[in-house]
């Protein structure tokens, strides 16, 4: 039977960042024990290696490496992320930690240690202080595939489509509009479908004998 890790390695940086990391500790305490393998330090916070612990027979492979969180200050970003952070997406940013949490870590490249993924919440941890502890993955991407996985990561996402009535659905529970979060309101008009639009019916009419205002002398074509 593997002895349960020792409390104090479960604690480090405890209560000591302004965003809340939910539930992360308990989760990795039950991956460690379920894969027999020990939390230890990197950079300031803890660190969790996960290198042979997938199947190599996967059909996908799998280039997670390991899970941990460290303070913002340890992360470094991609010298040529070319994803600029209007004013505005900033606030909303700042306002989606405040009511949810930080709820999925940032990327970070073991072949460079450039940041893939969370460059805006790196920035926002920071504002709030540089020992801000953010949970992350480490994944293993060849140097050379690392300025295309850049190009690409996330951009997939914005091929998806709208369904109305799930929208709908969510929209009718939530909770929104009972906080001041006005950045975040305005995230979710950008995505209200427009079927909530009235539809404009038109009258049938005999496209035979529609009057019109004038006739090309030439042609005799009717039109208004």
């Avoid at 709030?128 to 050379?144: H, R, S």
């Avoid at 975040?184 to 529609?210: G, T």
Wanted: a negative charge.
């Amino acid at each position: 039977m593997i002895p349960p890790l020792p409390h104090n390695k479960m604690t480090i940086h405890e209560n000591t960042t302004p965003y809340d990391t939910g539930d992360i500790p308990r989760m990795i305490d039950i991956a460690a024990l379920q894969q027999n393998t020990e939390i230890r330090e990197r950079e300031g916070g803890w660190f969790i290696d996960l290198t042979n612990h997938f199947p190599t027979d996967n059909p996908y492979k799998i280039n997670i490496v390991g899970i941990g969180a460290k303070p913002a200050n340890q992360f470094q970003a991609h010298p040529d992320n070319w994803r600029g952070h209007p004013e505005e997406q900033r606030e909303t940013m700042k306002e989606i930690l405040g009511v949810f949490g930080i709820v999925a870590g940032v990327i970070e490249n073991k072949s460079t240690g450039h940041l893939i993924d969370g460059h805006e919440r790196i920035y926002e941890a920071m504002e709030k202080g540089e020992e801000t502890i953010v949970p992350y993955l480490l994944v293993d991407v060849p140097e050379e595939k690392e300025g295309d996985l850049l190009l690409v990561f996330d951009k997939v996402g914005e091929m998806v489509y709208a369904k109305p009535d799930q929208i709908t659905l969510l929209l009718s529970n939530s909770i929104i509009d009972e906080i001041e979060s006005p950045n975040i309101a305005n995230l979710l008009k950008k995505i209200i479908p427009k079927h909530n639009e009235p539809i404009i019916e038109f009258e049938n009419f005999d496209e035979e004998n529609v009057k019109t205002d004038h006739q090309c002398p030439q042609c005799g074509f009717q039109f208004s």
